[in-house]
């Protein structure tokens, strides 16, 4: 069986990837976020995915809802209804008085800008974005449901049609994470969806561009590369790619793409498309 291969770069410059949507501008994991990403033109949005009490896939960070929203608890232990009573979009702007909060609010849909986001609805915008939008989507670990993420994150992507792909029309999907073991899930229920091994070291059986069995994506920290620049080489030779997190200052930007990184993460899409775009 041979590893499922994300689709080639159009240009020289890397893709741009919305962390959590333009993250920056929105609260992230939002509605609002991920519209906003869209319109300033990324190439690929990422989300973070953990599955609730009663088995739906919500695009939530952190194990805990304490930071994000106006909530307490493990997502794990809520039920959807539990999570749609809470406010997950107004602590963006907390750290501003009510005036200059409203003064530079865009003019967000209430529900888009707070509530929490299902993946399922995210798959959604993403299918009718009206041109090609990529979605890089990190499964969460530990959970104490364990595989039962993946799985049900493979029949939801089935029933939207995007399990398969071809060398001239890949999967738009991607699945990311930090364990090897929910990569091997994924490969095993769904060969042509890529997959991505995040890291914030690397292990020395990795350092010379090697990865997991099946993985052909590298997910190194911004800090991996601005400590050894030649690991991005080392990946390419070794036939796989560099997708890099989280880059936003111009000068990481300008360095991501004279070492010929595939994409970046970013949670500034616009201005990094823009800086890019320029230096293509």
């Not at 993946?119 to 890089?136: I, P, Q």
Request: glycine share 6%; proline share 7%; with cysteine.
């Amino acid at each position: 069986m041979s590893s499922a291969q994300p689709a080639p770069r159009p240009s020289s410059r890397p893709a741009v990837v919305a962390h959590r949507g333009a993250s920056e501008e929105a609260p992230e994991h939002t509605l609002a976020a991920y519209r906003t990403a869209i319109e300033e033109g990324a190439d690929a949005l990422e989300c973070d995915i953990r599955l609730t009490a009663d088995g739906h896939l919500v695009c939530v960070h952190d194990r805990r809802v304490n930071r994000t929203s106006n909530g307490r608890g493990a997502v794990s232990t809520l039920e959807l209804a539990d999570l749609a009573q809470l406010d997950f979009g107004s602590w963006k702007g907390a750290d501003k008085d009510g005036d200059e909060a409203a003064d530079e609010a865009p003019d967000w849909d209430h529900d888009e800008f707070t509530s929490v986001l299902t993946l399922e609805r995210l798959l959604e915008l993403v299918v009718d974005a009206g041109r090609r939008v990529e979605l890089a989507i990190e499964t969460k670990h530990p959970t104490r449901w364990a595989g039962h993420v993946e799985a049900r994150l493979i029949e939801l992507l089935t029933r939207f049609g995007l399990t398969t792909g071809t060398p001239d029309a890949p999967s738009p999907v991607r699945v990311m994470s930090f364990s090897a073991r929910s990569l091997h899930r994924v490969q095993a229920a769904a060969p042509a969806i890529p997959t991505v091994f995040l890291m914030q070291f690397v292990r020395p059986r990795y350092r010379e561009g090697r990865l997991p069995p099946g993985v052909t994506i590298a997910g190194p920290s911004l800090r991996i590369i601005r400590r050894d620049p030649g690991y991005v080489s080392r990946v390419h030779r070794a036939g796989n790619q560099v997708h890099v997190w989280t880059v936003n200052e111009p000068a990481d930007l300008a360095m991501c793409a004279q070492l010929g990184v595939d994409a970046v993460i970013t949670n500034r899409p616009r201005a990094a498309r823009e800086l890019l775009t320029q230096r293509d």
